[in-house]
């Protein structure tokens, strides 16, 4: 994702917000619009705007230059997050939880950890750090992905064409995964269980522990790694 530096800011100087915010609404409205795609028809664009734009603000506020990241890729994950986060919190989605959305949101909050933890690191990684970094990543959206399966929905996932060998195998994953999380550290299961089963973001999900949003993203990239092993050494496949 290239990006030229923006004229809200300069190499090295200071950084004016509110002109990134003007700069990029555009790039909002494109995050928009392609999220769109996937979502039921009655949703509005202008909604998925509107989230977005609460993301490019708190993304314009917290850049720092000085990391060696361009904005526009600074930006990406925090407008795609809040556009799920608003999206999550629509009536509809509580009424009726989408699978895919619970995971495209879970990966896109994946993927901004990773990104944060090794921004302005790459060229002091060595080869085995960044294969290592990049293993903890895919395990940790594998086990975003056998959350998002698991809610009382599932027979919507299935869908009629499977056949019932494939929706047995589907139930057996999904009582796995439910037998994997009680196993895990309480505070672990609790960011799990409120972010996947009770649609909160992970804001929410933390203050109910007492943890801030930073921490609560370490504690949910951490659970879902720990989570993977778990469900792998029941002999789950979760790739």
Known sequence: MTDSTPS????????NPDQLVVEY?????????????????????????SYGQIGLIEASRRFDPARGVQFKTFAYYRIRGAIYDGIRKMAWF????????NFQAATNEILTDSA???????????LEDEISATRDTIMRIAGARLLSLDHESMGDIAGDQESPEEAAELASVVQIVRESLEQMDE????VLENYYFNH????????????????????????LKNLGALVKKRGVDSG
């Open 25 to 49: 609404m555009g790039f909002v409205t494109a995050l928009a619009k392609k999220i769109l795609r996937g979502l039921p028809d009655f949703v509005e664009l202008g909604d998925l705007e």
């Open 94 to 101: 509580e009424k009726d939880p989408d699978w895919d959305v």
């Open 8 to 15: 809200g800011s300069v190499p090295g100087g200071p950084v």
């Open 116 to 126: 944060d933890s090794n921004s302005g690191s790459h060229g002091s990684m060595t």
């Open 200 to 223: 909160m973001t992970l804001e929410e999900a933390g203050a109910t522990l007492g943890l801030s949003k930073s921490w609560t993203s370490r504690v949910h990239a951490r659970a």
């Open 187 to 190: 505070k672990e299961r609790a």
